[in-house]
C-alpha cells in the first residue's frame, strides 16, 4: 500500500481477507502473485488507473523495501502476465516476454513438496544478486546475461571458488531458458524434459 501511495495514488479505509493452500516457503513465488493480488485488487477497487506493469514494479518495490531481498522482476511478471498453457521467456532487460505454447501430450508436471523451507531472505539472495553484479562489473558488461562460460573463466582467478560458481549457475541457466525456448518452439518434450 505505501508503495502505491508513493505514486500519489490515494487509498481510502478497507478490509481485505486473503487465504490460499500453497505451503509457506514452498518456492512457488507465492509472495509475488500475494503482492500482485493486493496491487490488483487495490487498482480496482479505487480506480487507481494503474498498468499491469505499473502494478508488478509497485510488488517488486514492496520486496526491496519492506521484506529486504533486492529481488528482480521474474516473480511478479509471470504472475500478472502468465498465460494459460504457456511458458514465458521473459528479458529482464527490456520487460517483455514472448510467450510459448506447450503440449505436453501424455505427459504431466509434477509439484513435489520436499518440505525443504525456500527462503529468499535467509538463502542470502541479496548476497547472490551483489556477487553477479560484482563478477559483472569486473568483465565490463552489464549483466551476466551477457557473458558466456569463457568469458567467466577469463576472471576465474580473481573471484573465490563460491563466487565463481554461482556466476556460472547464472550463466548455465540462462543458456538453459534459450535450449527451452526452443524446445517448445520445436515441439521437443524429451528435450524440454532435459533442461
Same mark, same amino acid.
Given at each position: 500500500?505505501a508503495?502505491?501511495?508513493?505514486?500519489?495514488?490515494?487509498?481510502?479505509?478497507?478490509?481485505?481477507?486473503?487465504?490460499?493452500?500453497?505451503?509457506?516457503?514452498s518456492?512457488?513465488?507465492s509472495?509475488?502473485?500475494?503482492?500482485?493480488?493486493?496491487?490488483?485488487?487495490l487498482?480496482?477497487?479505487?480506480?487507481?488507473g494503474?498498468s499491469?506493469?505499473?502494478m508488478?514494479?509497485?510488488?517488486?518495490k514492496?520486496?526491496h523495501?519492506?521484506v529486504g531481498?533486492n529481488?528482480?522482476i521474474m516473480d511478479?511478471y !509471470?504472475s500478472?502476465f502468465?498465460i /494459460? *498453457?504457456?511458458a514465458l521467456l521473459? $528479458?529482464c532487460?527490456?520487460i517483455?516476454a514472448?510467450?510459448? +505454447?506447450?503440449?505436453?501430450e501424455?505427459y504431466?508436471l509434477?509439484?513435489?513438496?520436499?518440505?525443504?523451507?525456500h527462503?529468499?531472505?535467509?538463502?542470502a539472495y541479496n548476497?547472490?544478486?551483489?556477487?553477479?553484479?560484482?563478477?559483472?562489473?569486473?568483465l565490463?558488461?552489464?549483466?551476466?546475461?551477457?557473458?558466456n562460460e !569463457?568469458?567467466?573463466?577469463?576472471v /576465474? *582467478?580473481k573471484?573465490?571458488?563460491? $563466487?565463481?560458481?554461482k556466476?556460472?549457475f547464472?550463466?548455465? +541457466?540462462n543458456?538453459?531458458?534459450?535450449?527451452?525456448?526452443?524446445?517448445?518452439?520445436?515441439?521437443?518434450?524429451?528435450?524440454?524434459g532435459?533442461?
Amino acid at each position: 500500500m505505501a508503495e502505491i501511495q508513493k505514486l500519489g495514488k490515494t487509498i481510502k479505509n478497507f478490509n481485505m481477507v486473503f487465504g490460499g493452500d500453497i505451503p509457506s516457503g514452498s518456492g512457488m513465488s507465492s509472495s509475488a502473485a500475494l503482492e500482485n493480488s493486493v496491487v490488483f485488487g487495490l487498482n480496482e477497487l479505487f480506480n487507481l488507473g494503474l498498468s499491469k506493469t505499473e502494478m508488478i514494479f509497485i510488488s517488486q518495490k514492496a520486496e526491496h523495501n519492506y521484506v529486504g531481498v533486492n529481488c528482480g522482476i521474474m516473480d511478479q511478471y !509471470a504472475s500478472m502476465f502468465g498465460i /494459460k *498453457n504457456h511458458a514465458l521467456l521473459l $528479458d529482464c532487460r527490456s520487460i517483455e516476454a514472448k510467450p510459448f +505454447e506447450i503440449n505436453f501430450e501424455n505427459y504431466e508436471l509434477m509439484l513435489i513438496n520436499t518440505n525443504v523451507k525456500h527462503s529468499l531472505s535467509d538463502s542470502a539472495y541479496n548476497d547472490r544478486r551483489s556477487v553477479c553484479e560484482s563478477i559483472s562489473k569486473m568483465l565490463n558488461i552489464k549483466a551476466l546475461r551477457d557473458a558466456n562460460e !569463457a568469458d567467466l573463466e577469463k576472471v /576465474k *582467478n580473481k573471484v573465490t571458488d563460491e $563466487d565463481y560458481q554461482k556466476a556460472l549457475f547464472v550463466i548455465q +541457466e540462462n543458456e538453459r531458458a534459450e535450449q527451452a525456448s526452443a524446445a517448445m518452439q520445436n515441439g521437443d518434450l524429451e528435450m524440454l524434459g532435459g533442461n
